[in-house]
């Protein structure tokens, strides 16, 4: 998939997040690699150290392709302790639920003694001596700051795709049908339908959307429709369950509770609760 980047822009907006928190900061393709910003270069020596020594330069890229995969499934923002003890995060970049990216941050410290990630590096094949004077030169961060710089990431992303900074090249076809669909949301949809008002065949139509949303057309509805509702449920809470499910294009309450739990984990008056 083509895409198209303002590359000023995003260079000046991640330099202002790592300006402002001191943390590493990066953007990424969906297959882990840099995108080529002048942000990318402020990684710490401690981390340089363990990416250049041998037997150790494949920690990072590994630890990586776990936490963005994590985050692929989530959808969302994920948080985690690296092999070297430190704190990184990622953060999704989905346009129309196509997978275009990820924000990467991280190489936070937690703790200032050198002896609370020693036993996970002591068997590496560094100077301990010089790692415990990089380590030293790490900012700390306590747990509440990580969780608030994560969360600002998080803004940061939408604010990205907001201003078009980084977006897909679709074709014709997906972009006609994407705009039906968002137009007859809450009415009945069918293949047919969709077909017809944009002069394509079915066997086009889904060789499209597997190669750019990696899903049925009925589950990419399904999908739409439920990110609908969980607008409904966070803004409009005299709305029932069943007049949302009416709203979002459902055809009982019993299949929208259904599909809700199966995408969200939870039930739809449950995921309102948490959000109380």
């Given amino acids: 998939m083509q895409l198209q980047y303002n590359l000023q822009k995003l260079q000046k907006i991640l330099r202002d997040f790592h300006n402002a928190t001191g943390v590493s900061i990066s953007l990424r393709n969906t297959d882990f690699s840099y995108v080529k910003l002048e942000v990318e270069a402020v990684s710490s020596d401690f981390c340089m150290l363990l990416r250049s020594t041998p037997g150790t330069e494949k920690y990072c890229p590994d630890f990586d392709r776990c936490l963005f995969e994590k985050c692929r499934q989530s959808k969302k923002m994920e948080i985690s302790i ?7 995060a990622a953060v999704p970049l989905f346009h129309n639920d196509v997978l275009l990216g990820y924000i990467s941050l991280g190489q936070m410290k937690r703790d200032t003694a050198f002896s609370s990630i020693y036993d996970r590096i002591r068997d590496y094949p560094v100077d301990m001596n010089i790692m415990e004077e990089y380590y030293n030169k790490l900012p700390l961060f306590d747990n509440e700051k990580i969780v608030s710089i994560a969360n600002i990431a998080e803004v940061l992303a939408k604010y990205i795709l907001l201003e078009n900074m980084l977006q897909p090249s679709l074709d014709p076809i997906i972009e006609k049908a994407v705009a039906y669909i968002d137009a007859h949301l809450a009415q009945e949809l069918t293949l047919d339908q969709i077909t017809k ?79 109380e």
Wanted: glycine share 4%.
């Fill in 82 to 88: 690296c092999h070297a003890g430190l704190v990184d």
């Fill in 197 to 275: 008002s944009i002069h394509t065949s079915k066997s086009t139509l889904y060789r499209s959307f597997h190669t750019h949303f990696h899903c049925t057309i009925s589950e990419y509805i399904s999908r739409k429709r439920i990110d609908k509702s969980i607008e409904l449920l966070r803004s409009s809470a005299d709305l029932s369950v069943e007049e949302i499910s009416r709203k979002t294009g459902f055809s009982s309450a019993t299949n929208f509770i259904r599909t809700f739990k199966k995408l969200e984990g939870v039930t739809p008056l449950k995921f309102r609760k948490l959000q």
